[in-house]
């Protein structure tokens, strides 16, 4: 289950990482509308932002560190959701800059809210229920001393 969880988030989450990984100037443009931050910390954002979808993406589909990457990603996801809900209580449709780059793709803010919900379930089982043991390498339980 946790390696199908992570296969499904973590390439969503690359997927959301490569069109912006190369060039942030329009990314830029889409965390600005979102009125929450001032300039320095959006540029800083837009650089940094896609190079963690990136890292997050990989660590889930490899598996290597997926609880901490299912940290991350819940992270993500949370602020993601929350700077939706800051737009959308304020009546606000922006572009969420999540799979694209253009400022003109503008979305209803709840549904992608609601969108984003099952990513952010996916992330949570990841983190908070360790996956069992399983396989030849699998650590077994010490003897009982009753």
Avoid at 14 to 27: E, G, N, Q, T, V
Avoid at 92 to 104: H, K, P, Q, Y
Avoid at 108 to 114: E, F, G, P, Q, R
Wanted: glycine letters at 8%.
């Amino acid at each position: 289950m946790h390696r199908l969880l992570g296969l499904v988030l973590g390439g969503i989450f690359l997927y959301a990482a490569h069109a912006k990984i190369f060039d942030p100037r329009p990314l830029v443009t889409i965390i600005w509308n979102y009125s929450i931050l001032p300039p320095g910390p959006v540029n800083l954002m837009a650089i940094y932002m896609p190079w963690m979808e990136l890292v997050v993406g990989i660590a889930l589909v490899t598996g290597f560190k997926r609880r901490g990457a299912a940290l991350c990603s819940t992270g993500l996801l949370i602020a993601f959701m929350v700077a939706l809900g800051i737009n959308a209580v304020r009546g606000i449709n922006v572009a969420c800059g999540c799979f694209s780059t253009s400022a003109e793709d503008v979305s209803n803010a709840w549904l992608l809210i609601l969108r984003d919900l099952p990513m952010l379930l996916a992330a949570l089982v990841m983190l908070v229920f360790p996956p069992p043991a399983e396989g030849p390498g699998a650590p077994t339980p010490p003897p009982s001393r009753a």
